[in-house]
């Protein structure tokens, strides 16, 4: 492909994203107003059975004299009223907008408030499926903001749910600033390639080494390596230099990621992560983008590999950062029950070489 169609693909590709955006947020204006009748219809009937002592038969006389006042309204069924009634109790604060939905990560103690933003803004459909599939508020908060970040269909989210994408995001959290810095597509993408945790077990090692040591028996080991990071990458070299401004810069390992189609440099670090780390990760990838990126390569990628992490610490380092960063722990002992298959493998072996 020439360079001139990849230019012009480019530029399909960012208007037609840029209009399916703009259909998005007037959808999503009109089915607010709705979401909002919806919870004030269910708060009024939750508020008058509390004050009158009515039942739930209230209900079925709603829907018939609603159906009755107004002949062509959709969505006023008995079984949706007494869906808006469980709405309006489960988010029983205002679900009116004060300010803009916050992200997942910025605020921890006002996850209330965050949640009765989000589902102000899902369809209705979506709001149904996660009161009967989703009762956890962590998790429903997690499965709502995906929804707006994706733009999930119903089913997309059905398929989350029982996929446990929530369970499977703490499971293995991953720090890194991808879905600020990089388009959407390539920020999932970048999402699945990079883990947050590298298994280095095949190493051997059994007492503390230097990071240049660790690094030297990675190199030894360099297809054990890249197998353990995953398909598409390859090697390019370690002790990568850098020459800029008269002065000589080297990264830790240089790979490509085919996929991605992007330089990924790795730093390792042999102690806890600290916040300088993301300075020079993030020099090193200007000049990376500067010196050795081509015309047709996307942003270089950079991944902090080091002993220990703290995510608090992770995402604040992160914070105002612009280039894709990512930091992910490693392990050097294998996981107990590969350390066992790896065992009997080697006395299979050595019983064969008897015989």
């Known amino acids: 492909m020439s360079k001139e169609i990849e230019k012009y693909q480019s530029l399909l590709g960012d208007i037609k994203t840029a209009i399916q ?11 607010t107003e709705l979401i909002l009748l919806y919870w004030q219809t269910g708060k009024m009937i939750a508020e008058r059975q509390k004050q ?7 209900i079925p006389r709603l829907a018939i004299d609603l159906r009755n006042e107004f002949t ?36 921890k103690t006002e996850s209330s408030v965050i949640l009765q933003q989000l589902v102000a803004k899902l369809p209705w459909g979506h709001n149904i499926l996660l009161m009967e599939k989703v009762k956890d508020k962590s998790a429903r908060l997690y499965y709502a ?6 733009s999930w269909s119903r089913d997309l989210l059905l398929n989350a749910i029982k996929m446990d994408r929530y369970g499977h995001s703490i499971a293995q959290s991953k720090t890194h600033n991808f879905s600020s810095t990089l388009p959407e597509i390539r920020a999932d993408y970048a999402n699945e390639v990079f883990k947050s945790s590298y298994n280095l077990g095949f190493l051997g090692i059994t007492e503390p080494v230097k990071e240049l040591e660790l690094e030297n028996r990675l190199i030894a080991k360099i297809r054990a390596f890249v197998l353990e990071l995953g398909k598409g990458f390859s090697f390019i070299g370690n002790q990568y230099r850098l020459e800029y401004n008269g002065k000589e810069y080297f990264v830790d390992m240089l790979f490509f990621h085919r996929g991605l189609r992007s330089l990924v440099a790795i730093e390792l670090k042999i102690g806890s992560f600290k916040a300088e780390y993301v300075g020079k990760m993030n020099l090193y990838l200007s000049l990376l983008d500067l010196l050795e990126k081509s015309e ?16 608090l610490d992770v995402e604040i380092a992160l914070q105002d950062i612009n280039k894709p960063i990512g930091v992910a722990e490693y392990q050097l002992l294998l996981p107990q029950a590969e350390l066992q298959m790896l065992v009997l493998s080697e006395l299979n072996a050595e019983y064969e070489n008897k015989q």
């Not at 047709?296 to 995510?311: M, R, T, V, Y």
């Open 145 to 150: 903001q995906q929804t707006i970040e994706k």
């Open 296 to 311: 047709s390569e996307n942003p270089s990628i950079g991944i902090i590999l080091c002993a220990d992490k703290d995510h």
């Open 52 to 58: 009158e002592g009515w039942s739930a038969k209230v």
């Open 72 to 107: 062509n309204l959709k969505g006023f069924s008995e079984r949706n009223l007494g869906y808006m009634l469980r709405f309006a109790q489960e988010y029983p604060e205002s679900l009116i907008l004060q300010q803009p939905v916050a992200k997942l990560e910025s605020i």
């Open 21 to 31: 955006q703009a259909r998005l947020r007037a959808v999503l204006a009109v089915n």
